[in-house]
Nanobody, 119 residues
Framework: QVQVVESGGGLVQAGGSLRLSCVAS????????MAWFRQAPGKERELVAS????????YYEDFVKGRFTISRDNYKNTIYLQMNSLKPEDTAVYYC????????????WGQGTQVTVSS
């Protein structure tokens, strides 16, 4: 069982930056693929970025490529999402999620952290 807790959300002006953090419990963090999802009001939850077990393999949805960076520190059981050049359409609740490397679906979810970008 893994528990994840996000932090770092807040209110920022368009063009600004925020860094989200997600701390996971458990001694086998390095066995888990991790990801950030987001859900805007009235919309379905969507994948933002994901990162492999060793931090080398990353994936970004097109709408954040070049602006967001996902990273992880397996010694600290933590992943990060550095968000630059934020846009009002990035406003959403951001969720951290994890899945064991052999699982197909993300099973472990945090409570989410609100990111609001003002124009």
């Amino acid at each position: 069982q893994v528990q994840v807790v996000e932090s770092g959300g807040g209110l920022v002006q368009a063009g600004g930056s925020l860094r989200l953090s997600c701390v996971a419990s458990g001694r086998t963090f390095s066995f888990y693929y991790m990801a950030w999802f987001r859900q805007a009001p009235g919309k379905e939850r969507e994948l933002v970025a994901s990162i492999g077990q060793n931090g080398v393999n990353t994936y970004y949805e097109d709408f954040v490529k070049g602006r967001f960076t996902i990273s992880r520190d397996n010694y600290k059981n933590t992943i990060y999402l550095q968000m630059n050049s934020l846009k009002p359409e990035d406003t959403a609740v951001y969720y951290c999620a994890g899945r064991y490397y052999s699982d197909a679906d993300y099973r472990y979810w945090g409570q989410g952290t609100q990111v609001t970008v003002s124009s």
